[in-house]
């Protein structure tokens, strides 16, 4: 309840000015559909990706899910991400579990490890994207004879009270998820199937083609934002870089868990697009437009994804039979 009602808060707060009647006119007047339309397919790929990148992983450790329900289970597991922040990793795992027979446990170790690799990735794109927006940085504050206190005192106190809740809400949230975790700890043979998993990185069939989906995953849904600046004309001259940074900016936002990160997201991208020069009332309509058209495309390919697992045929992993002979059967089989 805590993660709507933070959410809820942040985005009436960024909203509670906003004249609803140039909103709609600037949605249907003044938006490029093509450009915003162009922009879902890189919103599909990255969930097709990681589809793909989970089975590589899965596969090492003696589990063959079918391609097809890996790419429903993640459809899936965005879907019911946002219904309960977060839930959409063990989502995923009961999915193969039922559907394919695969082990839960090694299942949400490989999870794990994907996440391990998506914070590296992501630590990889944030560090370009500060580094090439550095000297823009110091340009501006050299030309305006601005220093870092007088950017500070532009924040109000309320941004400063969504931040600081954001950050705490975050705190209690990893701490939250430890305790969770730490439950497994009681099963000596589920921790180390957990742990396999984990380490099924090092025994992947093709590490290069693994990393590469982990790279096409990033770039996914870098374009997937960056495509939809070109949607209006007041963000169409952001440049590559500024979206990159935007877009890291937002990533790390997300990390809070509100539904598909609602509330945080809108006010870390709002953000910086007023510091690349956009006007306040336009930045908070792009959020909005954007944050409400990809969630929407969230919740059709988890339509999509829940009937196709439901029409297709389950498979159950075959069981070893446990046969124990019978005293009569052991005197006859050895005179």
Not at 55 to 67: H, Y
Not at 78 to 103: F, M, Q
Not at 269 to 285: D, N
Request: proline share 5%; with cysteine.
């Amino acid at each position: 309840m805590l993660p709507f009602l933070l959410g809820l808060s942040i985005l009436w707060w960024m909203y509670r000015g906003t004249d609803w009647t140039d909103f709609f006119q600037c949605v249907t007047n003044e938006m490029h559909w093509s450009w915003m339309l162009l922009s879902l397919p890189f919103g599909i790929l990255p969930q097709m990706a990681r589809a793909w990148r989970w089975k590589m992983s899965l596969e090492p450790l003696g589990e063959k899910p079918r391609r097809s329900t890996c790419v429903d289970a993640i459809f899936l597991s965005y879907a019911a991400s946002l219904v309960i922040p977060r839930v959409g990793e063990v989502t995923r795992c009961g999915t193969l579990k039922k559907c394919d027979g695969v082990s839960f446990t090694k299942s949400l170790g490989t999870v794990v490890t994907e996440r391990l690799v998506d914070s590296l990735f992501m630590l990889l794109f944030t560090g370009i994207a500060f580094v090439s927006q550095l000297p823009l940085f110091l340009l501006f504050l050299d030309k305006t004879g601005t220093n870092l206190e007088g950017i500070l005192s532009r924040f109000t106190g309320t941004g400063y009270l969504v931040t600081a809740l954001c950050v705490v809400t975050a705190l209690v949230a990893a701490c939250v998820l430890m305790r969770r975790y730490a439950l497994f700890r009681k099963g000596k043979n589920m921790l180390h199937e957990v742990c396999e998993g984990i380490m099924s990185l090092r025994n992947v069939s093709n590490l290069p083609l693994y990393l590469f989906y982990s790279l096409l995953i990033w770039v996914g849904y870098f374009l997937h934002f960056y495509i939809a600046f070109f949607s209006f004309d007041f963000t169409s001259n952001i440049g590559l870089w500024a979206a990159l940074l935007s877009f890291c900016v937002g990533t790390f936002a997300v990390l809070v868990p509100t539904p598909n990160g609602a509330g945080p997201w809108h006010f870390a991208v709002k953000t910086m697009l007023v510091i690349y020069g956009v006007a306040e009332p336009k930045a908070i309509l792009f959020v909005l437009v954007v944050h409400t058209i990809q969630t929407a495309l969230v919740v059709l390919l988890g339509v999509f994804g829940w009937i196709r697992l439901n029409l297709r045929p389950k498979v159950q992993k075959p069981q070893r039979a446990n046969f124990t002979p019978t005293t009569h059967e052991t005197l006859t089989t050895n005179p």
